[in-house]
């Protein structure tokens, strides 16, 4: 088992930035690949970055591409995702979940945070 928990959410402007975190306990970090994902009200829950177990590799949506930073410190068994510039349409609950596989597929993901909300006012 692994329990992550999700902070760092909150309210900011357009062009902002914001850091959400995720810090994992349970079973090894450093072992899973690692995943955030959001979630729009009446919307099903979307891909937005990805990273592997050593940072070594990363994916992006390309929504998010050049704005959104994804990272991890495996002594501190977090995960981070810096955003820059947020436009309103990146409000959501974003979410982290750990994987076995570097992936963009929802369905790959075992474990999943609670959530943390992110509004970016216009």
């Known amino acids: 088992q692994v329990q992550l928990v999700e902070s760092g959410g909150g309210l900011v402007q357009a062009g902002g930035s914001l850091r959400v975190s995720c810090t994992a306990s349970g079973r090894a970090f450093s072992g899973h690949h690692m995943g955030w994902f959001r979630q729009a009200a009446g919307k099903e829950r979307e891909f937005v970055a990805a990273?592997?177990?050593?940072?070594?590799?990363?994916y992006y949506a390309d929504s998010v591409k050049g704005r959104f930073t994804i990272s991890r410190d495996n002594a501190k068994n977090t995960m981070y995702l810096q955003m820059n510039s947020l436009k309103p349409e990146d409000t959501a609950v974003y979410y982290c979940g750990a994987s076995s596989a570097t992936s963009k597929d929802v369905r790959r993901y075992d474990y999943w945070g609670q959530g943390t909300q992110v509004t970016v006012s216009s």
């Open positions: 990273i592997g177990w050593s940072g070594g590799t990363t």
